[in-house]
């Protein structure tokens, strides 16, 4: 090998360590900013006709577990999900109550029943008549305060979809941007370490909104799909995805009820978008949220047929009716009734009525025995309506031998599509409880999820750090080497520079 060839090694060898060098410079310069990848540069031998000509510096790359890293952007989606489930059904369970302070639908319930009681020992009592009064209101403006929450949970999951679509339109088109510097970048030969962790933090945004499988081509670029099998745009002069921002109502269902589907390219993809932010608001806002109502208006109606069956109209709508109810689907007529229940304007009026009665009832073999109301002047001690009512209101038969109807639990909602997550028991209070119970172990499972789905991400976070972000004392182990190797390609320089020297004084 000639002397020319090894200064030309060498200085081959200065270059390379000098760009090592930039890149440590880089790596410790962005020491815990987020989204930051450590950088590595790959390095090759030369050679020709099988003789060294020293070393080849590539471009800057990231140093990233690319599988590692789609497994924590999909719990991310999962967590993101959960979030949302969770903060949903928080408000819901806020409003019912807490349990045992008598002031749920189950220890409204009681408190209605004991007031019966008291009014059945002494019918005349004008403080008790009054008290059932007060008690049925109360139990009403449960059922209202809960068919309010559904609403207004179900409206910001509607909301919330509406915004994270735009949301998801805008950063599918940052990556596509992003993407399209990346592929040129490359092209010319430079390193698009930079811009990559730019699309990175971008596809990290875009995993809270939906779950979604990354695959990069060699030249750079960046195909996104669903798990679903969605191929998601990256680049378009329209948004891709749309959906109509509405007002929600007890009657509006998905699909084609007023509740807007989610649309690719005009395609619906609602029920497509699997995990993430937007695909648990749409669960909330088209089967959680509805079957909840559902739930609400069949207690609702229950509770109103139950005193209306032995005389006693004690529950209605605001003008003194109950819904009948056509059966098709099972809630047609009474779908968001839990809204407009009240205590009947004329009980209200007079409070006399709860121990009088309110209409007379036929006899009925298959349902209620015959009633007869107590008459405008009638016996101050009349006990047969409270009696009736504590009888066979509350429990689990509408006469002796005779089993209450019970609530619907198939075929709930407007599209008649909805199952109650429970067999509604016979007894007024205990299907009281049963929904209760049913609605916040909802809650309370959810939040136990997002816990769980929050410590399997911060794991996934932490492997993905551990093996992508920067170590300083592995930066400056690097440095160290460097300057070695630095320090012997130099005195290989001042050797053969010596040694040209003397050639040089040889031939003179």
């Given amino acids: ?246 007002t929600l109502d007890a009657n509006s269902a998905y699909p084609g009820a007023g509740a807007p589907a989610v649309t690719l390219n005009g395609t619906d993809v609602t029920t497509r978008l699997g995990a993430g932010r937007i695909g648990a608001n749409l669960v909330l806002r088209d089967q959680t949220l509805p079957t909840f109502q559902g739930e609400l208006d069949e207690f609702a109606i229950t509770l109103s047929r139950r005193f209306e069956a032995q005389g006693l109209r004690l529950f209605s709508d605001p003008g003194g009716s109950v819904p009948n109810g056509s059966g098709t689907p099972v809630q047609d007529g009474y779908v968001g009734y839990a809204g407009v229940i009240t205590v009947n304007p004329a009980v209200a009026t007079d409070a006399a009525l709860t121990r009088d009665g309110t209409h007379a009832v036929p006899d009925d073999p298959a349902g209620a025995s015959a009633f007869t109301p107590n008459p405008p002047g009638g016996p101050a001690g009349f006990a047969t309506m409270a009696q009736r009512v504590l009888a066979y209101s509350f429990g689990g038969q509408v006469r002796d031998g005779v089993a209450q109807p019970l609530a619907a639990r198939v075929g709930l909602g407007p599209g008649g599509m909805l199952t109650a997550s429970y067999a509604p028991p016979a007894a007024l209070g205990a299907l009281a409880t049963a929904l209760v119970t049913a609605q916040t172990r909802a809650s309370s499972e959810a939040a136990a999820a997002t816990d769980s789905a929050r410590a399997l991400q911060s794991a996934l976070d932490d492997k993905v750090s551990a093996r992508s972000a920067v170590s300083v004392d592995q930066e400056m182990t690097v440095m160290l080497q460097l300057q070695s190797a630095y320090a012997a390609n130099a005195r290989v320089i001042s050797a053969v520079q010596t040694m040209l020297d003397q050639t040089l004084q040889m031939l003179r």
């Fill in 1 to 246: 090998m000639s002397l020319d060839a090894s200064l030309s090694i060498a200085a081959s060898g200065l270059a390379n360590i000098n760009r090592h060098l930039a890149v440590v410079s880089q790596n410790v310069a962005n020491v815990g900013t987020p989204g930051y990848a450590r950088q590595v540069l790959p390095q090759s031998s030369v050679a020709a006709g099988g003789q060294g000509m020293g070393v080849r510096t590539a471009v800057a790359q990231r140093q990233v577990d690319l599988n590692l890293q789609q497994a924590a952007l999909g719990q991310a989606s999962t967590a993101a999900g959960l979030d949302a489930q969770s903060l949903a059904l928080g408000g819901i369970d806020a409003a019912h109550g807490a349990t045992g302070a008598g002031t749920d639908l189950a220890g409204l319930v009681g408190q209605l029943e004991n007031g019966f009681t008291a009014l059945a020992a002494d019918p005349s009592s004008q403080p008790n008549q009054a008290g059932v009064v007060a008690a049925a209101d109360a139990l009403a403006r449960q059922v209202r305060g809960l068919d309010g929450a559904y609403r207004s949970a179900r409206q910001g999951a509607q909301d919330a979809v509406v915004g994270d679509v735009a949301t998801l339109n805008a950063t599918l088109a940052q990556i596509g941007g992003l993407s399209t510097q990346i592929v040129q970048v490359r092209a010319l030969g430079q390193s698009s370490a930079d811009l990559e962790n730019q699309r990175d933090a971008a596809r990290g945004e875009l995993a809270k909104l939906i779950d979604v499988r990354a695959l990069e081509t060699p030249a750079g670029d960046m195909l996104l799909a669903t798990a679903s099998g969605l191929s998601l745009p990256t680049r378009f002069t329209t948004p891709p995805f749309a959906v109509a921002a509405v």
